[in-house]
């Protein structure tokens, strides 16, 4: 008889659970009412489409996203297993053909969107099987206080009523202690079913840098990524549409994505992008949920998100295959100031709202002491126990060079006090560089002993002083206008003189000096290009994204493991049973080829196979150097039947 581990293995090709998982499918099993929170990147999908290999009856599997059922179904199709989807992009026959087939018994996952599964028409189909599980994905829409809240998402809990015998299982990848609450409620949840994994992705090196030249500093960082997949987000559409003209007139493979662009092309643009026919994406938000590509290796942020919450999700899409992955936000206060001024066209409590997220980002952004992962991980109520995770800009930047700027925070500190402490940095630093402003002027803070006494130091100079004075605890800053008043260790310290070090910036903003540690994957880079290319002509030949064929991450271990036969290639993570019998015998002729012409012996782990190859890096994978001067020829594949 079937079990999790045995499917797990033989279907999946995984070799173990990752964390939560086995608890989450085991809790579903026991037919009790499930709500499992997991990062993206974390598993999420086994965690129903195992039990629906083992359970009896029909899984409905309620997905927000065309593109994601798509991709869910092929993969699942390549392993073997039967699944289906029902939307609008099939057309009349192909969905009543579908339909014919679920009717049938002979499907096993039904993939679905909310609004399609509140038809009468897929009512009567369902009312007819024996519906084993309803799993609700993205069920961060549920709730009210979720980043993307879905109305039709909440008529869910009819579908529960109508399905009472089905267990239901209820996935996201973000949410807060509030949104996991209100989705049990809405759900009807009434055990206290809820497994939360860690919110931390260990893989992903986290970076802050000042935005200074963004078009050359976006330049400067895709040079480490040369034909590699990425994804880099704008604020505005024009934004997207003139970076991804910028990159395209310098050689790079990019294209834009925003609502401004037709159905057609935004869909051709994503299809490129999935099936690896362009390696860069420059896009709004509008580009988010829903994006499975598992070998994303770098996200940039060219404008400063507007959450915590909404950051974490785009840094997210990159490297859910487990390698290393790079993600870089370009930061400055001009962001900040015009992600205010649309924030002051909202009212209410969504005003309020919106201010207390941006003012946790920025505090996130201009923190250049503690480690990323802290003020992420607790966003979500989770503590980062770790002095440092030494995989973030923070934890691995050289110490800095402090300079006194006594004199300089005196002065600031003191135009804060004599301006009545009611302002924000901006307003405190046009005092000091003596702005002739009209809210200066109107003031009479032109009148002030301070008004003019800072024109020796720019306007970043001044914010970067007062940025420092705040994490020094000399500062605070309260309220939706970031408003600056002393502290009383401020106060003493004024009043006292007291010397204060800290950092000057040099007028032209660089990164920081990092250190870069050379660490990560041995694997060989020949072998490897060799499988990404066969990879991609039997993807394209079947018209499905790569990945689907073999993700990056089983590719690497060919290429580190060498396997010499259909047992040692079945070692291999992901190389399940059906993709054994499909590609096997395809990637094995050329690992063969490759290795005897360069005299490459088979490399597993003496220790029955236990490790896997290193996967945390710095700045790229390091890889293995090749024995031989030229690559291998590679054999022509034996057709692929699906």
Same mark, same amino acid.
């Given at each position: 008889?079937?079990?999790?581990?045995?499917?797990?293995?033989?279907?999946?090709?995984?070799?173990?659970?990752?964390?939560?998982?086995?608890?989450?499918?085991?809790?579903?099993?026991?037919?009790?009412?499930?709500?499992?929170?997991?990062?993206?990147?974390?598993?999420?999908?086994?965690?129903? %489409?195992?039990?629906?290999?083992?359970?009896?009856?029909?899984?409905?599997?309620?997905?927000?996203?065309?593109?994601?059922?798509?991709?869910?179904?092929?993969?699942?199709?390549?392993?073997?297993?039967?699944?289906?989807?029902?939307?609008?992009?099939?057309?009349?026959?192909?969905?009543?053909?579908?339909?014919?087939?679920?009717?049938?018994?002979?499907?096993?996952?039904?993939?679905?969107?909310?609004?399609?599964?509140?038809?009468?028409?897929?009512?009567?189909?369902?009312?007819?099987?024996?519906?084993?599980?309803?799993?609700?994905?993205?069920?961060?829409?549920?709730?009210?206080?979720?980043?993307?809240?879905?109305?039709?998402?909440?008529?869910?809990?009819?579908?529960?009523?109508?399905?009472?015998?089905?267990?239901?299982?209820?996935?996201?990848?973000?949410?807060?202690?509030?949104?996991?609450?209100?989705?049990?409620?809405?759900?009807?949840?009434?055990?206290?079913?809820?497994?939360?994994?860690?919110?931390?992705?260990?893989?992903?090196?986290?970076?802050?840098?000042?935005?200074?030249?963004?078009?050359?500093?976006?330049?400067?960082?895709?040079?480490?990524?040369?034909?590699?997949?990425?994804?880099?987000?704008?604020?505005?559409?024009?934004?997207?549409?003139?970076?991804?003209?910028?990159?395209?007139?310098?050689?790079?493979?990019?294209?834009?994505? $925003?609502?401004?662009?037709?159905?057609?092309?935004?869909?051709?643009?994503?299809?490129?992008?999935?099936?690896?026919?362009?390696?860069?994406?420059?896009?709004?938000?509008?580009?988010?949920?829903?994006?499975?590509?598992?070998?994303?290796?770098?996200?940039?942020?060219?404008?400063?998100?507007?959450?915590?919450?909404? &950051?974490?999700?785009?840094?997210?899409?990159?490297?859910?295959?487990?390698?290393?992955?790079?993600?870089?936000?370009?930061?400055?206060?001009?962001?900040?100031?015009?992600?205010?001024?649309?924030?002051?066209?909202?009212?209410?409590?969504?005003?309020?709202?919106?201010?207390?997220?941006?003012?946790?980002?920025?505090? &996130?952004?201009?923190?250049?002491?503690?480690?990323?992962?802290?003020?992420?991980?607790?966003?979500?109520?989770?503590?980062?126990?770790?002095?440092?995770?030494?995989?973030?800009?923070?934890?691995?930047?050289?110490?800095?060079?402090?300079?006194?700027?006594?004199?300089?925070?005196?002065?600031?500190?003191?135009?804060?006090?004599?301006?009545?402490?009611?302002?924000?940095?901006?307003?405190?630093?046009?005092?000091?560089?003596?702005?002739?402003?009209?809210?200066?002027?109107?003031?009479?803070?032109?009148?002030?002993?301070? &008004?003019?006494?800072?024109?020796?130091?720019?306007?970043?100079?001044?914010?970067?002083?007062?940025?420092?004075?705040?994490?020094?605890?000399?500062?605070?800053?309260?309220?939706?206008?970031?408003?600056?008043?002393?502290?009383?260790?401020?106060?003493?310290?004024?009043?006292?003189?007291?010397?204060?070090?800290?950092?000057?910036?040099?007028?032209?903003?660089?990164?920081?000096?990092?250190?870069?540690?050379?660490?990560?994957?041995?694997?060989?880079?020949?072998?490897?290009?060799?499988?990404? %290319?066969?990879?991609?002509?039997?993807?394209?030949?079947?018209?499905?994204?790569? &990945?689907?064929?073999?993700?990056?991450?089983?590719?690497?271990?060919?290429?580190?493991?060498?396997?010499?036969?259909?047992?040692?290639?079945?070692?291999?993570?992901?190389?399940? %049973?059906?993709?054994?019998?499909?590609?096997?015998?395809?990637?094995?002729?050329?690992?063969?080829?490759?290795?005897?012409?360069?005299?490459?012996?088979?490399?597993?782990?003496?220790?029955? $196979?236990?490790?896997?190859?290193?996967?945390?890096?710095?700045?790229?994978?390091?890889?293995?150097?090749?024995?031989?001067?030229?690559?291998?020829?590679?054999?022509?594949?034996?057709?692929?039947?699906?």
């Amino acid at each position: 008889m079937p079990t999790p581990a045995s499917i797990l293995k033989n279907t999946f090709g995984y070799d173990t659970f990752r964390p939560n998982q086995h608890e989450v499918i085991e809790n579903v099993l026991a037919r009790k009412d499930t709500l499992a929170v997991m990062p993206t990147g974390g598993g999420k999908s086994l965690c129903y %489409q195992i039990p629906a290999l083992l359970f009896p009856g029909l899984t409905v599997v309620v997905s927000p996203l065309i593109a994601l059922m798509k991709d869910q179904v092929e993969q699942l199709r390549a392993a073997g297993v039967p699944a289906l989807f029902l939307n609008s992009s099939l057309s009349p026959e192909a969905y009543q053909e579908n339909m014919a087939d679920i009717a049938s018994g002979a499907v096993r996952l039904l993939y679905v969107a909310p609004e399609t599964l509140l038809t009468p028409r897929i009512f009567s189909l369902l009312d007819g099987l024996h519906v084993d599980l309803l799993t609700i994905d993205e069920a961060h829409c549920i709730s009210e206080w979720g980043h993307d809240f879905r109305p039709e998402y909440r008529q869910l809990a009819d579908v529960r009523r109508r399905y009472p015998k089905a267990v239901c299982l209820a996935l996201t990848a973000t949410a807060t202690a509030r949104v996991r609450s209100d989705i049990k409620a809405s759900l009807g949840f009434s055990g206290s079913n809820e497994f939360v994994s860690s919110f931390n992705r260990e893989n992903l090196y986290i970076e802050v840098e000042p935005k200074s030249d963004p078009l050359k500093q976006t330049l400067r960082f895709l040079e480490r990524f040369e034909e590699q997949s990425g994804i880099i987000y704008c604020f505005s559409r024009r934004q997207v549409d003139d970076l991804a003209a910028h990159l395209a007139d310098r050689g790079f493979s990019a294209r834009p994505y $925003h609502a401004g662009l037709g159905d057609d092309e935004r869909r051709r643009n994503q299809e490129a992008f999935i099936r690896e026919d362009v390696q860069i994406m420059v896009a709004t938000i509008a580009f988010g949920m829903g994006i499975n590509k598992p070998n994303v290796r770098f996200v940039l942020h060219y404008d400063l998100p507007k959450s915590i919450e909404g &950051y974490y999700q785009e840094i997210g899409r990159a490297g859910r295959d487990g390698l290393p992955a790079h993600c870089l936000l370009l930061y400055s206060y001009s962001d900040v100031a015009k992600l205010r001024y649309f924030i002051d066209g909202k009212e209410g409590t969504e005003r309020h709202a919106a201010i207390q997220h941006l003012d946790a980002i920025v505090k &996130y952004a201009e923190d250049e002491i503690t480690c990323r992962r802290k003020p992420l991980l607790a966003y979500f109520g989770e503590t980062y126990s770790q002095p440092r995770c030494d995989n973030c800009d923070n934890c691995n930047a050289e110490p800095p060079q402090l300079a006194d700027i006594t004199i300089p925070a005196q002065k600031f500190m003191s135009c804060v006090l004599r301006t009545g402490q009611r302002y924000g940095a901006s307003y405190v630093t046009e005092v000091l560089r003596g702005s002739q402003g009209e809210r200066v002027l109107d003031n009479q803070h032109d009148k002030l002993s301070t &008004y003019g006494i800072g024109v020796d130091l720019t306007a970043k100079q001044w914010q970067a002083i007062s940025r420092q004075l705040v994490q020094m605890g000399h500062l605070s800053q309260e309220g939706e206008y970031r408003v600056l008043s002393l502290t009383p260790q401020g106060m003493q310290v004024l009043t006292k003189r007291t010397r204060i070090m800290g950092q000057l910036p040099e007028v032209e903003a660089r990164p920081r000096n990092q250190k870069v540690r050379q660490a990560g994957l041995d694997y060989n880079p020949a072998l490897f290009a060799v499988l990404r %290319q066969k990879r991609k002509e039997l993807a394209d030949a079947d018209h499905v994204p790569p &990945y689907v064929i073999f993700s990056d991450k089983t590719l690497v271990e060919m290429a580190t493991y060498y396997p010499q036969s259909l047992p040692s290639l079945l070692k291999i993570s992901g190389v399940g %049973q059906v993709k054994l019998r499909q590609y096997g015998e395809t990637f094995l002729a050329l690992i063969q080829d490759f290795c005897r012409s360069h005299n490459l012996p088979e490399n597993f782990p003496s220790a029955a $196979h236990t490790e896997r190859p290193r996967e945390r890096d710095r700045g790229g994978w390091r890889k293995a150097s090749v024995r031989g001067a030229k690559s291998s020829a590679v054999k022509p594949a034996k057709p692929v039947k699906r």
